[in-house]
């Protein structure tokens, strides 16, 4: 397993993280198979979508925002029991194709990581298996 870190800047935020993860696919000579990228916190999470129009990730938060607000009346003494929330939606892994080496992204897609509770340094693991 592979492991990198990276910071966010602001309370919610979407990181594109391609190219780290392809750079470890490289380093680890994977060339056919599946890497699952894997999110080892509980208030960010991953997601895939649009890479070309940035509105698409501001609408994104807009609308988690309007559907887990950050004041809701919850329990959870931290208080931020929406970030825990829109973690669970976002989801903690993905798994990619990986072909001749390359992450297999559709053209408009990127992989995001998904802050929920920044700015915080955050980590993401890493791990290729071969077909
Ligand atoms: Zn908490």
Request: hydrophobic share 35%; charged share 25%; with cysteine.
């Amino acid at each position: 397993m592979k492991k990198f870190s990276t910071k966010t800047r602001s309370k919610t935020d979407f990181i594109k993280i391609d190219r780290q993860v392809s750079e470890l696919i490289e380093e680890s000579n994977l060339m056919e198979g599946v890497v699952t990228v894997f999110i080892p916190h509980t208030t960010a999470g991953i997601t895939i979508n649009e890479n070309a129009d940035p509105d698409v990730t501001a609408d994104m938060e807009l609308v988690l925002d309007r559907a887990v607000p950050w004041e809701g009346g919850y329990s959870h003494f931290e208080g931020n029991t929406a970030a825990h929330v829109k973690a669970t939606m976002m989801g903690s892994s993905a798994q990619v194709i990986v072909s001749g080496g390359k992450l297999q992204l559709g053209t408009w897609q990127s992989l995001y990581f998904c802050e929920f509770d920044g700015p915080r340094t955050r980590e993401v693991w890493v791990k290729g298996i071969s077909e």
